[in-house]
């Protein structure tokens, strides 16, 4: 049980997690994989190189220990963490190893003055509340996914029913359920968890729903990634009636119910999940601003898609940006998309809803403009899992 003493231990560490949090993390990853190489699956090793899986962790950890008294200023980070732990299986079995690694990784970095018996008493009993409280919300996510019409618990076999190329590095995969029956729907914007034995070992990795469940089959796009072993594998290896498996749909980056006008705003693989909502949304007669942004035309998916969406539903407006144009590419404007640029093509009034993905750097800066140009910061909606702050720098 987590006591008033533990809290006050918790918080005393917190400056020493705000200077060394990633080397912590870094740490505790290398003694898991080490020891536990069976959970290697749960984590995507691309992200492992770059640092990005430890810092997004370091962020968590921080940020629990600010909030150990009031576990519901963590805001929307726990829902963030249960989406994509049911989105690749999170198990109850997995909470235990993590938590022995993170003490290890504690004493081992920190040193045993500072990470004393009574401070590793004291994240032993945080750890044991945290994991209790997303063993739960993942439990009650597993169990309505079962239960809801078409859903499923665990893994479900899948088969691919056919393969659409989109652009250069973006193919569609069209993915039926192989034991015919109906599926799981979906709220758009959500992404779903795929497993595969590629080589021997078992890969996870989420993508974006990228059209409206129609009940017989999912569509995910998959963008190319240089070195990426999953997306190059789908890309040229998966054929037509080849079988992998998949876990339900999850995600909190959903489009809300709303009747303010609507913006759309994605750069390259970015534009997947925007797909669902403007298909979701085209028939609300609500105003739509759908903004692209890509290098040149040749890696622009779903183009004319959306181009045919403007002509059937006139409250559409389609815009792209190109910052690498080729030579007889049309766009209706190039370079990075600008504040200038993003506010002529905003609807007038700012009381509206806007949803963006794309790379880092370009939601940093879309974020930005979207606050300066007084789009108000709660109807400004993005996915991000990361420290929200390294948006702002």
Not at 192 to 201: N, P, S, V, Y
Not at 243 to 259: I, Q, Y
Not at 319 to 343: H, I, M, N, T
Request: some cysteine; charged content about 20%.
């Amino acid at each position: 049980m987590l006591t008033a003493h533990h809290r006050t231990l918790i918080k005393a560490t917190v400056p020493l997690l705000e200077s060394g949090g990633e080397a912590l993390t870094r740490h505790f990853y290398q003694l898991m994989f080490a020891e536990y190489p069976e959970v290697r699956a749960l984590f995507n090793q691309a992200h492992q190189a770059s640092g990005q899986q430890q810092r997004a962790l370091a962020n968590a950890v921080l940020m629990y220990a600010r909030h150990i008294d009031r576990l519901e200023a963590l805001g929307p980070l726990v829902g963030q963490i249960v989406n994509k732990h049911v989105s690749l299986q999170i198990l109850p079995e997995h909470y235990p190893i993590v938590g022995s690694c993170l003490l290890r990784a504690i004493r081992e970095v920190l040193g045993a003055e500072i990470a004393t018996d009574a401070v590793l008493d004291a994240w032993a009993a945080a750890y044991g509340q945290l994991a209790d409280l997303l063993i739960g919300a993942e439990e009650k996510a597993y169990a309505a996914n079962a239960e809801a019409p078409g859903g499923w618990r665990g893994a479900r076999g899948f088969r691919l029913a056919r393969k659409v190329p989109e652009s250069e590095e973006i193919v569609s995969l069209y993915l039926a359920p192989e034991d015919g029956g109906a599926l799981l729907d979906f709220q758009p914007g959500q992404y779903i968890g795929l497993r595969l034995l590629l080589d021997g070992e078992e890969l996870r990795r989420n993508y974006s729903l990228s059209a409206l469940g129609n009940g017989r089959e999912y569509r995910i796009s998959v963008k190319r990634e240089p070195g990426g072993r999953v997306s190059n594998y789908l890309h040229d290896r998966l054929q037509v009636g080849e079988r992998l498996e998949l876990f339900a749909p999850a995600g909190d980056f959903v489009l809300r119910p709303s009747s303010k006008p609507l913006v759309l705003i994605s750069a390259g693989v970015g534009i997947t999940p925007a797909l669902s909502m403007l298909e979701a949304a085209r028939g609300s007669g609500r105003p739509i601003h759908f903004i692209h942004c890509a290098r040149h035309a040749g890696v622009h998916a779903f183009r004319d898609w959306i181009a045919g969406q403007a002509i059937e539903h006139p409250q559409l407006k389609h815009y792209v940006c190109y910052s690498e144009p080729r030579e007889g590419d049309a766009a209706d404007a190039q370079g990075l998309l600008s504040r200038e640029q993003l506010a002529e093509w905003l609807p007038a009034e700012r009381d509206l809803d806007a949803y963006f993905l794309g790379p880092k750097p370009f939601m940093a800066m879309v974020k930005r403009h979207l606050h300066e140009l007084g789009v108000p910061a709660s109807q400004s909606h993005y996915e991000f899992f990361g420290p929200a702050a390294a948006l702002d720098s």
